[in-house]
């Protein structure tokens, strides 16, 4: 089974809120919201380019050219952020994929 940990900020402090009252019982639940409380929730790449896409009504499926990302509203944004970063863009599409395949599925009609 795997356990996805990509969760929303809101998800994780829901289950930090219903842990807190076990923490003086349980050396687990202590541990766990610690761990909740050191996570970052600074948005990936991946994320950033999906909800561009999904936003702007493009296909999140296939990863963007720079061309294309920058024709969406944001999208110039997300491309320059990338280069000032140093970031090469062509790195990102195995990275983009793994993300999708982590986050979604796709059913046949």
Do not use: H
């Amino acid at each position: 089974m795997k356990l996805n940990l990509d969760l929303p900020k809101d998800k994780w402090e829901f289950i930090k809120r219903k842990l807190e009252q076990f923490k003086k019982d349980s050396e687990t639940a202590t541990l766990f919201c610690n761990a909740i409380e050191s996570l970052s929730f600074e948005e990936s790449w991946s994320q950033k380019i999906f909800q561009c896409l999904t936003s702007n009504g493009k296909n999140p499926f296939k990863f963007p050219t720079t061309t294309e990302l920058e024709d969406c509203t944001y999208g110039s944004a997300i491309v320059k952020q990338c280069e000032l970063s140093g970031t090469k863009w062509k790195s990102l599409e195995k990275i983009y994929y793994q993300f999708l395949l982590d986050n979604y599925s796709m059913e046949k009609k």
